[in-house]
Every structure is written in C-alpha cells, then in structure tokens.
C-alpha cells in the first residue's frame, strides 16, 4: 500500500472560490504600485543563508528558528527567503543600482517561515512589498506608508489603524540599550533560557517577544522614543506632519520595534481592528509592516543608501476580504447544451466565437442527455441555459432560461436571435454582475 501524499504542512493549495480574490488582490496592487511609481523585482525563491542571519539579525525569530535552511548539492548554505527585503537589497547592490537617485521596486511572491501554525500564520505565505532606496526625506517614508493605505482601501479592507514609531538612528542606540538593560537586568534570573540569551545577545528583541510571562515586564520597559537625537526627532515629527496633510490618521505606539534587525526611524505596521468583535484574523491581526533601513544597504556591502519599504501579508488580506462576504469567482454567463450530435460541431463553433467575444460561455464536452448538462450548468453555477436543438438551429433563435430567477417569474425566459446573442449576453452581465465585489 502506498501512503497518501498530502501538502507539506502549513503550505496550502490555493484554488477557486478564493483564487479570484487572490486575483484581485495581485491585480489590483500590480495596477497601483505601478502607478505609484514601483517597479517589479523578481528575485530568486533561494538566496545564501548569510544574506538573511546578516541583514534580519541572528537573534530574530526569523533566523534564529524559522528559516528553511537547506545544504544543496554543491555543499553551500542556501535558504528559502523568510522575506524580501534582504534579497531586494542584495540584488540592489548587486546590479549597481547606487548609481540611481532614487528605486523603486515592488514584489510579489511566496515566502517561507517555519513557524507555529494558526489562522493567518502559514509556513508557505505570501507577500507584497514595496520598497524605495535613494531618498531620506521623510516625504519619501510618507509616500510609501500612503501607498499601503490607499491600497488596502482600494481592495475594501476597512478599519485598519496605522501604528507608527520612531526606533531613531545608530547613534541613539547605545543610551537605550544602556537603560533597557539596567531595567531588565535585575530580572534576568526568572527569565527562560531562550529569553536570557536574547537579553544578552539583542536586548531590544525582548521588546516582540511571543512569551506571554514577559509582556507584563516589557510593557514598563523604558522606550526608544525618550532617547531620539534632534534628526530622528526631526524626521519623525515631519512623518507626522506630513501624514496628517495627507489625511492618514495614525496612532503612536512607542513600543512597536518590528521583528526584524533592520529598522532605523519609522517603523509602522497595519493593524486590523475591527469595532466589533467579529475578527476573522484572531491574533495576527497585523496584515502590513514597514519602515525605514537607512543602513541595510552598506551593511550588506553597498553604497550608503538610505531606503523605506513595507511588506504586507497576502494570506491575511484575502482570508479577511472572504470573511467581509467577498465573492469573486467567475459564473459562467451562458451554458450551451445540446443532445444532438449533428449539431455538436455548430455548439462548439458558437462557443467559440462567443468566448472570443470576452463572455463567459460554457457547454459539457460529453455531450448526453438533457438532464446530465442540465446538471452540469447547475455545477458550474450558469447564470443562463439553452438548449441548441434542431429548432433553435433552424430558427436562428433561443429561448434562453434565466438560472437566477424562480419559475413562473415574468423574465425566467427570453427569445433571443443568434446574431443578436452577444450583444444580450453583454448587456445582461452588465445589469447583474456575477460577482460581489469587496466593501460591498
Ligand atoms: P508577526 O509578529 O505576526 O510574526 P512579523 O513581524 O513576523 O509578524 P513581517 O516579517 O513584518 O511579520 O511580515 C509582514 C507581514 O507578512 C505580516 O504583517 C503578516 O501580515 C505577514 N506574515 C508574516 N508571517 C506570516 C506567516 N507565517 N503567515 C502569513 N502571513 C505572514
Ligand atoms: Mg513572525
């Protein structure tokens, strides 16, 4: 007996219904970031494995326990990228792209942690991201935290709130690690051994800790925000300033570090958080996180470019639209069936031509009884049916039944000529969209 094959764990097979909201989604983020000024990057699903323990930071969950890290044929170290970033960057450096003012780069694409799984947390997820390199103006943090917001307007996701914070400059480090440490040092001995290494190794990792014992200590610990230099300061107050003439509303969270090394300055994340208690996301909630890497680009052996860039996650996107009642897949707009066949090949023609028409028309390859594509076009949700008999075919006209509407309703059936056949079945998916688009 063989066994059965299945997925990996926590990587999911992705088909209609929800497909189509993927569609949209990806469509919808290609049209705007591409308005927006972003082009596409495609960078390879497998990268060295220093690239990532380099730019994301050895004591990160990510590096620390969630990278797919594999040794390939050749002996060398390679992992499947936990994010973008990093490889954003390498290929940045990589082509010489410091002799550009100002890049901008999206992508689109499938990452990989090994995480714990739950609703929204996936080991094969995916993300969109957009990053910029070249400007350190804070209108340049401004416009790329814009572009995620109208984005996920665009797509109808309501009731996200921009958490936004300042982690300041290399230089204004020290001091803060100086206080955070004094703070925590005292409880140190109560500390699991995975939290003490962390206090020893990358203290400010406490600070997004999943360990539910430390949160009371975290939450008194002293912040970033009190220890800024005069430009931090500066930049932060005019990423404020700058949001609130754009109308993006905001609130501080001067705890919020992100789980990545990388960050200097803004920081943000997207939150979903709906007023009621209907939250399809539970606790990861978070479905956009961002901000600055001023030195990302050097540390990796690069020009000293300052950049901004967010990644949100897709996976939460779509679940949430799904839940606010989104449907979008494709209904075909007319099932042809015919029983005869001698008249198969003209079925098959009109299909043809009609689907070339851009309208949505289907028909059973097998052929057979009435009631088999009857069945059929039920299946596949048809909004309309006809029969293509010998009748029809002389007559150069159907009687087309209406599949949404009950019997005995005035508009169940409709006569319709041939030539004028495409031309109805426009109309009619312009009257009644098969679809329930978002925020609607
Ligand atoms: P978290 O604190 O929830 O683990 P993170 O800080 O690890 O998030 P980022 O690395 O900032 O997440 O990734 C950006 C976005 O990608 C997240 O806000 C989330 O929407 C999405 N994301 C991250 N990890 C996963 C995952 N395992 N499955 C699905 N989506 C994810
Ligand atoms: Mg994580």
Same mark, same amino acid.
């Given at each position: 007996?063989?066994?059965?094959?299945?997925?990996?764990?926590?990587?999911? $097979?992705?088909?209609?219904?929800?497909?189509?909201?993927?569609?949209?989604?990806?469509?919808?983020?290609?049209?705007?970031?591409?308005?927006?000024?972003?082009?596409?990057?495609?960078?390879?699903?497998?990268? %060295?494995?220093?690239?990532?323990?380099?730019?994301?930071?050895?004591?990160?969950?990510?590096?620390?326990?969630?990278?797919?890290?594999?040794?390939?044929?050749?002996?060398?170290?390679?992992?499947?990228?936990?994010?973008?970033?990093?490889?954003?960057?390498?290929?940045?450096?990589?082509?010489?792209?410091? +002799?550009?003012?100002?890049?901008?780069?999206?992508?689109?694409?499938?990452?990989?942690?090994?995480?714990?799984?739950?609703?929204?947390?996936?080991?094969?997820?995916?993300?969109?991201?957009? #990053?910029?390199?070249?400007?350190? $103006?804070?209108?340049?943090?401004?416009?790329?935290?814009?572009?995620?917001?109208?984005?996920?307007?665009?797509?109808?996701? +309501?009731?996200?709130?921009?958490?936004?914070?300042? /982690?300041?400059?290399?230089?204004?480090?020290?001091?803060?690690?100086?206080?955070?440490?004094?703070?925590?040092?005292?409880?140190?001995?109560?500390?699991?051994?995975?939290?003490?290494?962390?206090?020893?190794?990358?203290?400010?990792?406490?600070?997004?800790?999943? #360990? #539910?014992?430390?949160?009371?200590?975290?939450?008194?610990?002293?912040?970033?925000?009190?220890?800024?230099?005069?430009?931090?300061?500066?930049?932060?107050?005019?990423?404020?300033?700058?949001?609130?003439?754009?109308?993006?509303?905001?609130?501080? $969270?001067?705890?919020?570090?992100?789980?990545?090394?990388?960050?200097?300055?803004?920081?943000?994340?997207?939150?979903?958080?709906?007023?009621?208690?209907?939250?399809?996301?539970?606790?990861?909630?978070?479905?956009?996180?961002?901000?600055?890497?001023?030195?990302?680009?050097?540390?990796?052996?690069?020009?000293?470019?300052?950049?901004?860039?967010?990644?949100?996650?897709?996976?939460?996107?779509?679940?949430?639209?799904?839940?606010?009642?989104?449907?979008? #897949?494709?209904?075909?707009?007319?099932?042809?069936?015919?029983?005869?066949?001698?008249?198969?090949?003209?079925?098959?023609?009109?299909?043809?031509?009609?689907?070339?028409?851009?309208?949505?028309?289907?028909? $059973?390859?097998?052929?057979?009884?009435?009631?088999?594509? /009857?069945?059929?076009?039920?299946?596949?949700?048809?909004?309309?049916?006809?029969?293509?008999?010998?009748?029809?075919?002389?007559?150069?006209?159907?009687?087309?039944?209406?599949? %949404?509407?009950?019997?005995?309703?005035?508009?169940?059936?409709?006569?319709?000529?041939?030539?004028?056949?495409?031309?109805?079945?426009?109309?009619?998916?312009?009257?009644?969209?098969?679809?329930?688009?978002?925020?609607?």
């Amino acid at each position: 007996m063989s066994q059965k094959l299945v997925a990996v764990k926590g990587m999911n $097979d992705l088909m209609s219904p929800q497909i189509e909201i993927w569609q949209f989604v990806e469509r919808t983020a290609r049209e705007m970031f591409g308005t927006w000024g972003y082009s596409e990057i495609r960078t390879p699903i497998v990268e %060295d494995t220093a690239l990532f323990v380099r730019s994301v930071g050895e004591v990160t969950d990510i590096v620390s326990k969630e990278m797919y890290t594999f040794e390939d044929k050749g002996g060398r170290s390679i992992t499947m990228r936990p994010e973008n970033t990093a490889p954003a960057v390498r290929a940045y450096i990589e082509h010489g792209l410091g +002799q550009q003012p100002v890049t901008r780069w999206y992508y689109l694409g499938p990452m990989f942690r090994y995480e714990r799984m739950k609703t929204g947390r996936y080991r094969q997820f995916y993300q969109i991201g957009a #990053e910029a390199y070249g400007p350190a $103006d804070a209108s340049q943090d401004v416009e790329n935290i814009a572009l995620a917001w109208h984005f996920l307007k665009a797509i109808g996701i +309501q009731h996200v709130t921009l958490h936004l914070n300042s /982690l300041g400059d290399a230089p204004d480090r020290p001091k803060y690690l100086e206080a955070l440490r004094a703070y925590f040092a005292p409880h140190v001995a109560t500390f699991s051994d995975a939290a003490k290494e962390t206090f020893e190794r990358n203290t400010m990792r406490l600070l997004d800790t999943k #360990e #539910e014992a430390l949160r009371p200590l975290v939450a008194g610990a002293p912040v970033i925000g009190d220890f800024l230099g005069e430009a931090a300061k500066a930049h932060f107050d005019e990423v404020k300033a700058l949001l609130t003439t754009l109308g993006i509303p905001f609130v501080i $969270d001067r705890t919020l570090v992100r789980g990545l090394d990388y960050y200097t300055r803004t920081t943000f994340e997207f939150i979903y958080e709906p007023p009621a208690g209907d939250n399809a996301l539970g606790t990861a909630g978070t479905v956009c996180g961002g901000g600055r890497y001023d030195n990302l680009v050097r540390e990796l052996g690069g020009p000293d470019k300052p950049a901004v860039g967010f990644a949100m996650g897709l996976d939460r996107l779509v679940l949430l639209l799904e839940s606010l009642g989104t449907r979008l #897949e494709r209904r075909p707009l007319l099932f042809i069936a015919t029983m005869e066949p001698e008249l198969k090949a003209h079925a098959v023609k009109l299909v043809t031509e009609l689907r070339m028409k851009g309208l949505a028309v289907d028909f $059973d390859p097998r052929g057979g009884k009435f009631k088999r594509q /009857l069945d059929r076009a039920l299946a596949v949700k048809a909004r309309h049916f006809v029969v293509y008999g010998q009748s029809e075919h002389e007559a150069r006209a159907f009687k087309i039944k209406n599949m %949404d509407l009950p019997d005995g309703d005035p508009n169940k059936e409709a006569t319709v000529p041939l030539d004028g056949l495409a031309e109805w079945l426009l109309n009619a998916a312009r009257v009644a969209p098969v679809t329930t688009p978002p925020g609607s």
